[in-house]
């Protein structure tokens, strides 16, 4: 038989196995006091689950998004080079292309991870963790 720790943590790894379409940290809670945790402890330890969920986001996603942003401004100095000189239409519009791509990939990237944030943030203020 498992320990309060053991299925805290199995719970935890089985949410964070599953697709969600938002990832919302009172989820997590309610599965851990249905699985015999306090409601108070539920909320602490589903706020630390996410604080390493997030970490893992940032290291993964904050990468990509630096990348793609720091791509998306070397396309436009390219653009902004190219804009002068009138042959390189198709150039320009695949560089065009490009940069619209990786401006708009990083910021949803970036949105993704705001609004990680601000739900564990709200979930604390929320249960005044």
Not at 20 to 29: C, F, G, I, M
Not at 91 to 96: D, E, I, R, T, W
Request: proline share 1%; net charge positive; aromatic share 10%.
């Amino acid at each position: 038989m498992e320990t309060g720790k053991e299925a805290g943590s199995t719970i935890v790894q089985q949410y964070f196995s599953e697709h969600h379409k938002q990832w919302r940290v009172a989820d997590l809670e309610q599965r851990l006091i249905a699985g015999g945790y306090v409601p108070q402890e539920a909320a602490r330890e589903a706020s630390q689950a996410y604080d390493g969920y997030f970490t893992r986001q940032l290291k993964k996603k904050g990468t990509k998004v630096l990348i793609f942003l720091g791509l998306a401004a070397v396309f436009l100095v390219r653009i902004l080079l190219m804009a002068d000189k009138l042959g390189n239409v198709s150039q320009l519009s695949v560089f065009l292309a490009l940069t619209a791509y990786t401006l708009v990939q990083g910021l949803i990237w970036s949105i993704q991870l705001f609004q990680l944030k601000e739900e564990i943030a709200s979930f604390r203020d929320l249960r005044k963790l």
